[in-house]
């Protein structure tokens, strides 16, 4: 079914390389898809006023047809298109992390696909910040919606090559603009409340949006897996890599003792680890995912690790655990659905 000749168009100056970024724009305006990078990770763009533009991403990604999509902006203006009003809270959000890695919900205007936003009466909008991607985005002078541009229930993309793996043949166009950089998804706040409520932690900490606009909630689901999240994308399974993933809640000694009862069994066995801790394990496979001291070279390693055991042959993972907190949030939260919630506990046997 899928046989499209997919083309990669590399680009690494939007000014220098601008008819690469016109012939993919092209694309865009006449309604296929188009894979590109933000600073989170890549994104599969298609028009968002257009329904049959919107289709070819769920065929693409194989995404089920309840699971709406953010549509992404290159200037302010562009939200008039697509919020029917804009909340003061969400104003200064904008003004203080647009472009960035930060998604609003906002009451929705007609006139979007509705393909994007199935059955809701609200948008989801991000300005990115990437250069490439803004200039694509302006360059088809259209809002494009784009979800990360991974199979569905895979580790999302932060490389051009980790898009081409998962949607080769299945997409006209993947624009390479190399490594993204924060390596996480954007932060989603639905601010169609007084109190605005985070929905998806990311890019964004919920400390920085609170100095901005004082407290926020949080949706419950994100503390309660048996909750249903308010963010339709935030109940499937996600991340995860081929091999069961188990995270463990303990020292790096009971890391090993898991590995060595498991490999005793004869099975191979892979540990997903920082760099400090990186010689530490004796095991099939050892990734580490960046520094646990500076848990943003986590955010930003994170997905390609999980890719890198599908590489490998092992039977079983372990991980480690991060703080709850600050950008330790969103890798917690994509480690979690990574391992479908287990967790291996100390004190549980
Ligand atoms: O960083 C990002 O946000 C990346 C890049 C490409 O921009 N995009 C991304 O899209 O992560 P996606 O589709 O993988 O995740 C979008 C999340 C999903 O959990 C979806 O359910 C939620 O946002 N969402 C979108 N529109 C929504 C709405 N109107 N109400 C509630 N949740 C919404
Ligand atoms: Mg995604």
New binding site residues.
């Given amino acids: 079914m899928y046989k499209l000749k997919t083309n990669i168009i590399k680009i690494n100056n939007p000014i220098e390389n601008n008819l690469q970024v016109e012939e993919a724009a092209a694309l865009l305006r006449s309604n296929e898809v188009v894979a590109f990078p ?1 600073e ?4 599969l763009g298609a028009n968002a006023r257009s329904d049959e533009a919107v289709k070819k991403i769920f065929e693409a990604k194989g995404r089920p047809s309840d ?4 549509i ?1 902006i290159a200037n302010m203006e562009m939200i008039e298109e697509l919020a029917e009003h804009v909340p003061d809270k969400a104003r200064k959000l904008m003004d203080a992390f647009w472009p960035g ?1 930060l ?1 609003l ?1 906002f009451p929705k205007k007609e006139g979007l696909s509705q393909a994007a ?1 199935p059955g ?1 009466d ?3 909008v ?1 300005m ?1 910040d990437h250069v490439l991607a803004l200039a694509l985005i302006e360059a088809a002078g259209l809002p494009i919606a ?4 991974n199979l569905s229930g895979k580790p ?1 993309p932060t490389t051009a090559q980790h898009v081409e793996k998962d949607l080769n043949g299945r997409i006209r166009c993947i624009v390479d603009g190399g490594e993204t950089g924060v390596g996480v ?2 932060t ?1 706040v ?1 601010c169609t409340s007084d109190i605005p409520v985070i ?2 932690p ?2 964004v900490t919920k400390e920085e949006i609170e100095r901005v606009i004082g407290s926020v909630s949080e949706d419950p689901a994100l503390h309660n897996a048996t909750d249903i999240p ?5 109940k499937y399974t996600h991340y995860a890599p081929n091999a069961p993933f188990v995270l463990v809640d303990g020292s790096k000694e009971l890391i090993q003792q898991l590995v060595n009862e498991k490999r005793r069994n004869g099975y191979q066995v892979g540990v997903l680890t920082t760099k400090e801790n990186e010689g530490y394990y004796d095991a099939d496979m050892v990734v580490a995912c960046g520094k646990r001291q500076v848990l943003e070279t986590v955010a930003a390693n994170l997905y390609d690790a999980l890719r890198t055991f599908n590489e490998g042959k092992v039977d079983f993972i372990y991980g480690e655990m991060f703080p709850n907190n600050g950008i330790g949030s969103a890798i917690m939260n994509r480690l979690l659905k990574a391992a479908g919630n287990s967790v291996h506990r100390e004190n549980i046997e």
Avoid: F, Q, W
């Fill in positions: 933000t989170t990770v890549y994104g699971n709406p999509l953010i992404h890695p998604t919900i936003t809701l609200t948008v989801a991000r990115p784009a979800p990360s541009a999302s998804e954007s989603v639905d929905l998806r990311g890019g308010k963010s339709p994308g935030m």
